[in-house]
DNA sequence: TTATCATATGAACAAATGATCATATGAAAG
DNA sequence: CTTTCATATGATCATTTGTTCATATGATAA
């Protein structure tokens, strides 16, 4: 209590003399992105989270597809698709065109697909 | 129901004269990873989806740290940071060693600092 | 206008998730 | 051996998430 006082009610560990991470932690906390940005972070790797998801992405990487037959590609409802699509727009990961009732979706940028390959090669290689 | 049966219950469209996706779905099919690897791919980007172990892994590319140092850095539980140490060393996204009673964390392989930098340039570039 | 096709959306519900609390394990010090 | 420190883990619970169902919107054709 005569120090500073926990950043929460977690002690945790003593870090008197034993290890103080004091000097490396307040290193550390310099380096870090501030907490917006590993939330915004976390929140875009969430939306890569979804088998659903990621497939629709994959799709795109092909060509741009129309809402049906993504839902036929993946085997699930249209219904289903239009909200993750909804998700993926919202994020700024796919654009759509209109072509009379069809709606087009396609990938939005390149990031998409090299933040995906990156994931790839890390479950397949090993 | 004389031709092929839908994959669900779900016609989603007509796709008879209007805009046949079959000949373009079955090449698309083709490019696809298979289910399994498609469901690892999503099940290791869910990990990256958690601001708390996205701070773990940012905190790890600085240093190899304990787990009371990540509790006291993240303002969290040591609970809540052994669950989540937990799940990125199941994933193999980290590795530990021991030094007497602590446990020190560090970064299994490049990989994961890619992935995540690459997240980070996609929300931090527009 | 009315019917139909393609897509979007809101409500509802089951499943998955992440934090907390209490407790267990495991190592070193006394 | 007992205590203490560092970490791990099981149970519980509130939130979040993704699908389904029903329905709404929006565009074209009849």
Redesign the pocket.
């Known amino acids: 209590m005569t120090e500073k006082d926990q950043t929460s009610g977690t002690p945790?560990?003593?870090?008197e003399d034993?290890?103080s991470h004091a000097a490396l932690l307040e290193e550390i906390r310099h380096e870090l992105p501030d907490d917006n940005t590993l939330y915004d972070l976390a929140d875009l790797f969430?939306i890569f989270?979804?088998?659903?998801r990621v497939k629709i992405l994959y799709a795109l990487f092909e060509s741009e597809l129309?809402?049906?037959a993504l839902a036929e590609l993946l085997d699930?409802?249209?219904?289903?698709v239009?909200?993750?699509?909804?998700?993926l727009k919202d994020a700024e990961l796919v654009t759509?065109r209109?072509d009379?009732?069809?709606?087009y979706y396609s990938l939005a940028d390149e990031h998409v697909r090299a933040i995906i390959e990156m994931g790839f090669e890390h479950i397949t290689e090993e």
């Open positions: 945790a560990c003593a870090a034993t290890h969430k989270g979804d088998t659903t129309c809402v049906c699930v409802s249209q219904s289903a239009s909200h993750q699509l909804r998700v759509r209109r009379g009732k069809t709606i």
